[in-house]
Structures are given as C-alpha cells and as structure tokens.
C-alpha cells in the first residue's frame, strides 16, 4: 500500500511561525512567506512606476528590505500592509530619484545585496483575464490610471487596486482620513472624465460602477 507522502509542515505553518522562524534563521522560508503577495506587490509598484522593468526593481530591492527588516515587524498591521508600505516607499524614493538631474548611475546606487537573494517571482504579471469582459476594457483603464498625478495615482492603486482600507491607507501615506475621501473622489473624477470620451469613441456603454469593478485586476 502506498502511502502519501507527509506534508511540509512549512506549507502549513502560519505567517506568525513563518515570521518567527525566519527571524530565527531559517532564511528559506522567506520564499513561502513572500509568496502569496508577490502579484499584490508588483501591481503596486507598476501602478506608481508605469514601466515593467522598473516595477520589477522596485519589488526586488522592497523584498530585500523587507527580508532585513523582518525582525522589526510587530504586528502591529496586517503583514500584506506592511509590505506594500515598504514598495510604495521604495517606488517613490525611485521617482524622485528620476526626477533629479544626476549623472550617477542607479545601478552604483542600488543597496549590496548581502546574503540574501529573493526567488525568482515569475508570476508577478500574471491577470486573471478571464474575468474581465473585455481587454480594452482593463488596457483603458490602466493607460488612465498611469496619466494620474503621482498623489492621485497612490490613492487610486491603494483604495481601488489593492483593496485597502480608508484607515490603512491614510496610515500609510500619513495623511488624514478626510484627506484619503476627498483625493480618492478627485482621483475617480479625474478617471472618469479621462475614460468616458475612450469609451465612447470604443463604442462601449459601461458604466461608472462596471469600469471601477476592474481596477482590482490591473
């Protein structure tokens, strides 16, 4: 008789062990912990950064911190919000570099690597297309989203991307609640009024409610 075989109890542990032992120096288990957030990650970082490659580095060097900075985590705030905290820093701190005149090159500024190298995350880009109705649909959206002032853009990807909270997104960009409402209705405004005449001229008739329904699968 054939016997299946044990599970790993690594698959099973909870992000709380999984924490607790990489702390500890299992490094390995990094990987099982970082995994379920990868895509979460890279549409933050490509929201804000609106180029593959760079949302790709963005990512890269924001694991690497959080793989040093591990041991600091608390619990005060869910671990998925932590972690795009660290990518959205990482992805502003990119955007201002780039929007100062220098003749240093990025990869001279980059942090060493140490001793640790995060996997290969293949399925970053991957989209469940299959629940959109149409592409041109989420391809609007996400040429529109990209037009946004980069203030409007954060809320955008945070609210209606990533799905956050009104108080877990105040928290993280550390402005007031009031604040978050009212940029995030600007932002809204802003999309409609860039998706309408598209839609339009596509023929489309979908509605302000159906359009915003896609903005979780960018």
């Given at each position: 008789?054939?016997?299946?075989?044990?599970?790993d109890?690594?698959?099973?542990?909870?992000?709380?062990?999984?924490?607790?032992?990489?702390?500890?120096?299992?490094?390995?288990?990094?990987h099982?912990?970082?995994?379920?957030?990868e895509?979460q990650?890279y549409r933050?970082?490509?929201?804000?950064?609106?180029?593959?490659?760079?949302?790709?580095?963005?990512v890269?060097?924001?694991?690497?911190?959080?793989?040093?900075?591990?041991?600091?985590?608390?619990?005060?705030?869910?671990?998925?919000t932590?972690l795009?905290?660290?990518?959205?820093?990482e992805?502003?701190?990119?955007?201002?570099?780039?929007?100062?005149a220098?003749?240093d090159s990025?990869?001279e500024?980059?942090?060493?690597?140490?001793?640790?190298t995060p996997?290969?995350?293949?399925?970053?880009?991957?989209?469940?297309?299959?629940?959109?109705?149409?592409?041109?649909?989420?391809?609007?959206?996400?040429?529109?989203?990209?037009?946004?002032?980069?203030?409007?853009?954060?809320?955008?990807?945070?609210?209606?991307?990533?799905?956050?909270?009104?108080n877990?997104?105040?928290?993280?960009l550390?402005?007031?609640i009031?604040?978050?409402?009212?940029?995030?209705?600007?932002?809204?405004?802003?999309?409609?009024k860039?998706?309408?005449?598209?839609?339009?001229?596509?023929?489309?008739?979908a509605s302000?409610?159906?359009?915003?329904?896609?903005?979780?699968?960018?």
């Amino acid at each position: 008789m054939t016997h299946p075989a044990p599970a790993d109890p690594r698959e099973t542990a909870t992000e709380q062990e999984l924490i607790a032992s990489i702390v500890a120096g299992h490094r390995d288990n990094f990987h099982l912990l970082i995994r379920p957030y990868e895509q979460q990650l890279y549409r933050t970082a490509f929201a804000l950064m609106k180029n593959e490659a760079e949302a790709e580095d963005v990512v890269q060097d924001a694991v690497l911190k959080a793989y040093r900075k591990l041991a600091s985590f608390r619990g005060d705030s869910k671990f998925s919000t932590w972690l795009i905290a660290i990518t959205l820093n990482e992805a502003r701190a990119r955007l201002r570099k780039e929007n100062r005149a220098t003749v240093d090159s990025l990869d001279e500024q980059r942090e060493e690597s140490g001793d640790f190298t995060p996997a290969a995350l293949t399925d970053w880009r991957e989209v469940p297309l299959a629940a959109l109705e149409r592409q041109e649909i989420r391809d609007l959206i996400q040429g529109a989203v990209a037009e946004l002032p980069d203030t409007y853009r954060e809320i955008v990807t945070l609210r209606d991307v990533e799905e956050l909270s009104v108080n877990e997104t105040a928290e993280l960009l550390g402005i007031s609640i009031s604040l978050v409402k009212v940029r995030l209705h600007r932002a809204r405004m802003m999309l409609q009024k860039m998706l309408v005449p598209h839609l339009k001229l596509a023929g489309k008739k979908a509605s302000k409610a159906r359009i915003f329904g896609r903005l979780s699968w960018l």
